[in-house]
């Protein structure tokens, strides 16, 4: 069973930054996508960014493109996604997620979610 579990959200002024961490278990990643969506208070989810398990693909989504770098660290299996120049707009839930397949673009085959994490950005 594939768990994954994201930290790093918080309270954050206008301009500053953030790390968020995602910690996966239960299987072995080798051939998997990772992403990371947000989902603000009555709006739809959207696509922050994606990164394979190679590392040699990625995505960002054209919401906080440039100011979000992904990344992973395979012996931890651990994905981050680093914030910058954070907004008042990016207040959201952030969640990670996984598609068991080696690079994939379609939301639809993200099968498994972590709880999320609160980003909160004050103005």
């Known amino acids: 069973q594939v768990q994954l579990v994201e930290s790093g959200g918080g309270l954050v002024q206008t301009g500053g930054s953030l790390r968020l961490s995602c910690v996966a278990s239960?299987?072995?990643?080798?051939?998997?996508?990772f992403g990371w969506f947000r989902q603000a208070p009555g709006k739809e989810r959207e696509w922050v960014a994606g990164i394979s398990w190679s590392g040699g693909n990625t995505y960002y989504g054209d919401s906080m493109k440039g100011r979000v770098t992904i990344s992973r660290d395979g012996a931890k299996n651990t994905v981050y996604l680093q914030m910058y120049s954070l907004k008042p707009d990016d207040t959201a839930v952030y969640y990670c997620t996984v598609a068991p397949i080696g690079w994939s673009l379609v939301e639809s085959e993200y099968r498994y979610w972590g709880q999320g994490t609160q980003v909160t950005v004050s103005s």
């Open positions: 239960g299987s072995t990643f080798t051939k998997y996508s």
